[in-house]
């Protein structure tokens, strides 16, 4: 077959380091366009960005030309350094070192980009820990306690 074709969604997961509350309310919708923008930019279509004061949710088509690892590594470089750059307290801004990354079958798109979009909401109620813990269990993905937070 002379032409690459894939069309991988993914649902990532990322909390700032430690998930300390660092991502306020007044520009985090600067940053979820950021990070969209990111992504579109590197050949993975954002879908839906969003999140708390303490991670990320992205959820996107992963470039054919691109590992995921890759693609995770080029937005928190890009949106960690422009975080630095929107308030002096945050000049040692850092992301947590790992993430998740989930697949999303076409069919289950719009159910996880609505998932997303409520996560003030969602957050009232379940801590990042605990949907994480969730996540990652309701995506069979065995992991050890002692090395999922930092």
């Keep these: 077959m002379p ?3 894939s069309q991988l969604y ?10 300390e509350p660092l ?6 919708a600067s940053m979820h366009a950021y ?7 590197s050949g993975s279509p954002a879908i839906r960005v969003g999140g708390t004061s303490d991670h990320i949710h992205a959820l996107f088509r992963l470039s054919k030309n691109h590992s995921l690892a890759d693609t995770v590594e080029e937005i928190k470089t890009s ?5 630095k750059t929107q308030a002096t307290l945050l000049a040692n801004f ?6 998740a990354g989930f697949s999303v079958s076409p069919a289950e798109v719009q159910k996880v980009a609505e998932y997303i979009i409520n996560q003030e909401t969602h957050h009232r109620v379940v801590s990042f820990q605990e949907e994480f ?11 050890d306690e002692r090395y999922v937070w930092d």
């Design 3 to 5: 032409q690459s074709l």
């Design 10 to 19: 993914v649902h990532l997961a990322f909390s700032t380091k430690n998930r």
């Design 23 to 28: 991502l306020p309310v007044r520009w985090r």
């Design 35 to 41: 990070l969209a923008t990111v992504l579109t930019n």
């Design 79 to 83: 949106s960690s350094k422009w975080i």
């Design 94 to 99: 850092h992301w947590q070192s790992g993430y």
């Design 133 to 143: 813990r969730k996540l990652l269990e309701g995506h069979g993905i065995e992991y």
